[in-house]
């Protein structure tokens, strides 16, 4: 393993570190108790193991304009909020149908139906009230507003569940270019917001966070490939799949090399798909 590698691992784990603690320390379970096991619910899945990319990657992309503070913590551990509701809903019987996440009961099956998609809808809330906080905190509103925006705009109408509907109503894709359509949306929408969050809370110049949002677009697009390529998805477009996979990878690296030294971290990430196994 490169010494660049080692630097970025270290900088995973203690980022992970302190995701997870947030997120234990802020879903406490309230003293005047838990009607419905609504909080048990949405502890249940966010504090789920998982890779927490997104965040990583919001973090990422505000350490590129300089050291992120408690603040830009809290902002870019909304992301996560967002994901996580995206997969409880995801996971229900009028959507995607799963029974189970990250080897656990699907949310739906552990608590039922009627809580799960309640626990969703209290996630996705509270990520835009901690981006508020965030910017209260920062009196930066400006930049928080534009964060706010930034991930609204991605998880929904024109974003993730724009594609969550075009996965739904649609038949399936035929062609690489239609399903890198639907991968931009269902995917690539919210590691866009992801790095437009980490962008605007860390205080990143306009045309940085423009190029932020160029990787988070090619870096969703790959990061998809790379998913359905390990899980044979779309099999039929696998061999294509693979190149395009390389070739956005190096879009990706290419596109954080212009915003600076700092963005080393975006470019450790997005060189990491070309080697997740197949």
């Known amino acids: 393993m490169s010494v660049a590698s080692e630097s970025l691992t270290t900088w995973i784990a203690a980022r992970r570190a302190e995701l997870d603690r947030l997120f234990e320390a802020r879903l406490v379970p309230p003293a005047d108790g838990d009607p419905g096991r609504l ?16 965040p990583l990657l919001a973090l990422a992309a505000a350490e590129t304009a300089g050291p992120p503070d408690d603040a830009v913590l809290l902002a870019c551990g909304a992301v996560e909020l967002v994901h996580c509701y ?30 799960a998609i309640l626990a969703g809808d209290a996630l996705l809330t509270l990520a835009f009230d901690w981006i508020a906080e965030a910017g209260e905190r920062a009196a930066r509103p400006h930049d928080f507003l534009a964060a706010s925006r930034a991930l609204a705009r991605a998880a929904g109408a024109s974003g993730m569940v724009r594609g969550q509907a075009r996965d739904l109503g649609e038949p399936t894709p035929t062609t690489l270019a239609a399903l890198e359509t639907l991968h931009a949306e269902k995917t690539a929408a919210l590691f866009r917001g992801a790095l437009e969050v980490g962008g605007c ?34 099999a039929e477009h696998a061999g294509a799949a693979r190149d395009r996979l390389e070739a956005l990878v190096a879009d990706a690296c290419a596109v954080a090399e212009t915003i600076g030294a700092r963005a080393d971290r975006l470019v450790g990430l997005a060189r990491a798909l070309s080697h997740r196994p197949a």
């Open 39 to 54: 909080l048990e619910a949405m502890r249940y899945s966010l504090l789920a193991p998982g890779k927490r990319i997104r």
């Open 86 to 115: 995206s997969l409880i809903h995801d996971d229900l019987p009028a959507m995607d149908d799963d029974d189970f996440r990250r080897g656990r009961p699907s949310n739906h099956k552990a608590f039922g139906e009627a809580t």
């Open 201 to 234: 809370a860390g205080g990143a110049a306009p045309d940085a966070r423009a190029n932020l949002a160029r990787f988070g677009t090619a870096y969703g697009i790959a990061f998809q490939h790379a998913d359905d390529i390990t899980d044979e998805d779309h």
